[in-house]
Every structure is written in C-alpha cells, then in structure tokens.
C-alpha cells in the first residue's frame, strides 16, 4: 500500500504475464544463436597477476601493452588497486602440450616490460594457462549447481507451504536466471566465473522475497474469511510492497556502489544482480503470485490440518 491507495497488481497479471513470456523467448533465442561470452574462466588463455608497489595507473598499464603488441590483452583489478589481471586470448599457433611454459614466459616478459616504463616496483604473483576443458567443466558444473538448487528449493517450498507455491517460485526463479543470462547475451557482455557466482545470489535474493510474499498469502488465506483469491494476493503483495521496496532499494544502492568504485573486475557480478534484483522484485509479484492463482489456490488447501481424533483429546 503505497500514501494509503491499494494497487491492483493483479489486474495487469495478464499482461505482466505476457510481457515476461516475450522476455524469456527472446532471451532463450539470443541463447541459442549467439550463446554467452565467455571470459577466460571458461575458456582458453593466459592469466598474468601482478603486483605493485604503488597504486595503479591502468590507463597507463593499457597503452603500454598496446605499444608493445599485446591489443587483446584485458587488464582488471582483483584484490585491492595495487594488484592486477592481465588476460590475454590463447595462441593458436602454439601446441596445447606448450601453452603451459608458454604462459610463464609471457608472465615474465609482461612484468618486465610494464617494469621498465613504471616508476613503482612489480612483483610477478603468478602467470598461468587455463584450458579450454577446464572451461567447459566449469560451465558443466555451474549450470548443474543451478539445477540442483531449482529443485532443492522446489521441494523445499512444497513442504514449508505447498506443493502450488513451490512450482510458482521455480518458475519466478527461472524466469529470473534466463532473463538474466540473455540480457549478457544479447549485448555480448562477458560471462565469468563472478556473473556465476551472481547468478546463485540471484536465486537466494529471488527466492527470499517470494517466500515472504506467499507467507503473507498463506496468512491471509487462513484469516479473512472474505475475498476472492485475487483479492486476498492483492492484499498481501501490498502489505508486503514496502519491505520488498526498502530491501531492493538498500541492495542496489550496494551493488551501484560496487559497480562504479569496485573496479573491472566486479563490474559483471554487479551488473548480474541489479539486473536480477530488479527481475526478481518483479517476479515475486507478477510471476510466483500469478502462477498460485493460475494453479487456483484455495484456503483448504492452505488450512492447518486437523489432527485425527484432536477433538478426543480433552476428554478424560
């Protein structure tokens, strides 16, 4: 209830429902055709971590690997702004069975070239080669880990309120996670290892807010005698409205923060959970309430059941 006017978001539910349907298809489809970009976690190449003395100038980092032949190479901050990644596309022209010795010599190489044109000094942390079946078992086992907590979750949600909720949150929670991924592939934004670790922080984030928003369905079917079910999930998505608008609001103001200050190498994991914050808001009042009242809930299916012979147990 927002200045003390209920709003009727039921009765969009129809076109909420199709405006998420032209989401998921157009989603799935960029999936298909244009799959993700991947970053190096899940591909071939050359990670080069460095270390400096001083606080890092990356532009300045940048033009000199340019200047000295290396234009593909990426460069992010991890750990604090005075350690960097270095990523660089793996060689073609080098035997698989080399690409390990080869990137300890370009590790060395790039620290001394960036050693030579820096004031500060650089410690060489580490130059290693991912191979591209390291990838593929990653994506293998990110993707199971994802299917694995949909149904977890499915059966948890059938027996903490009922078998109707638990579908409607698994289908919110994968209406989340594909909106997501196709939004990174339809503007080709890089997929790593971080966006997949924002992708299991969408589910719980999603999965929180619905399990509020059918705890207060499940409470008002069992105490208003009066309304239809239409009526009674109105009513609890706007007693509800608030909390979920203070908790998103608090978790994007975070995650803007970690976007604009958090450097390069963060950016893809907070891109990943605004997105999914703003989805999964959305979902847990247009998608999970509106497949309960789809699957047409009821309040016997939500009352307390009586216990056989309970009406005995008072009498001597």
């Known amino acids: 209830m927002i200045f003390g006017r209920e709003i009727d978001f039921m009765g969009v539910r129809k076109i909420a429902a199709a405006i998420s349907g032209v989401l998921v298809v157009v989603s799935i489809i960029s999936l298909v055709i244009n ?3 991947f970053g190096l976690d899940f591909t071939s190449g050359t990670s080069v971590r460095l270390n400096y003395a001083d606080t890092i100038d990356m532009d300045e980092v940048n033009g000199v690997l340019q200047t000295n032949g290396y234009e593909d190479a990426v460069v992010v901050s991890f750990g604090s702004d005075r350690d960097i990644r270095i990523i660089l596309p793996v060689d073609e022209s080098v035997a698989v069975e080399d690409q390990a010795a080869q990137a300890v010599e370009i590790g ?21 080669y991912v191979s591209a079946k390291v990838g593929e078992e990653l994506a293998e086992q990110g993707g199971l880990g994802m299917l694995v907590a949909l149904g977890i979750i499915m059966v948890y949600i059938a027996v903490r309120f009922q078998f109707k909720f638990s579908v409607g949150a698994v289908v919110a929670l994968a209406h989340d996670l594909i909106i997501t991924l196709g939004i990174f592939s339809v503007f080709s934004m890089e997929f790593n290892l971080n966006t997949l670790a924002a992708m299991l922080a969408i589910i719980g984030y999603s999965l929180n807010d619905t399990i509020v928003v059918s705890d207060r369905i499940r409470e008002n079917f069992r105490r208003m005698r009066k309304g239809t079910p239409i009526e009674l999930v109105n009513r609890s998505l706007n007693q509800t409205l608030s909390r979920t608008m203070i908790t998103s609001f608090t978790t994007l103001l975070v995650l803007f923060s970690i976007l604009f200050i958090g450097g390069d190498s963060t950016q893809g994991f907070a891109i990943a959970l605004i997105i999914g914050v703003l989805v999964g808001t959305y979902s847990s009042i247009y998608i999970a309430s509106n497949i309960i009242i789809y699957m047409n809930v009821t309040r016997e299916d939500l009352m307390i059941p009586v216990k056989e012979g309970a009406d005995l147990d008072g009498l001597p």
């Open 35 to 37: 799959s993700l970009e």
């Open 108 to 128: 060395a190489t790039i620290a001394t070239v960036l050693s030579s044109t820096s004031d500060s000094q650089i410690s060489l942390l580490g130059s290693d």
